[in-house]
């Protein structure tokens, strides 16, 4: 069972930045890959970055792609997404999630651990 916790959320104004962080346990970390989705009220999640075990592969949505970077260090069991260039239409609760054994899909199902989300405000 991997548990994985989200921090880093808060209020900030456009064009600020933020990084969110992912602490991941009880899992084999360094097997795993992860990604980033976010979810507004009613809406269904959407997928924002992903990054293979070894770091070596990343993905991004068109609409985060040269603002935001999902990087990991695996001796920390810790996955991160510095956004920068931050937009009020950003404004989601943030999950990071772990595919085991897998590449960094974008498709939410395939992902078998989520954590609980952290908010992300951007204010105009």
């Known amino acids: 069972q991997v548990e994985l916790v989200e921090s880093g959320g808060g209020l900030v104004q456009a064009g600020g930045s933020l990084r969110l962080s992912c602490a991941a346990s009880g899992g084999a970390f360094s097997n795993t890959a992860m990604g980033w989705f976010r979810q507004a009220p009613g809406k269904e999640r959407e997928f924002i970055a992903a990054?293979?075990?070894?770091?070596?592969?990343?993905h991004y949505a068109d609409s985060v792609k040269g603002r935001f970077t999902i990087s990991r260090d695996n001796a920390k069991n810790t996955v991160y997404l510095q956004m920068n260039s931050l937009k009020p239409e950003d404004t989601f609760v943030y999950y990071c999630a772990a595919d085991p054994w897998g590449w960094g899909t974008q498709e939410a199902d395939k992902y078998d651990y989520w954590g609980q989300g952290t908010q992300v405000t951007v204010s105009s």
């Open positions: 990054i293979s075990w070894s770091g070596g592969r990343t």
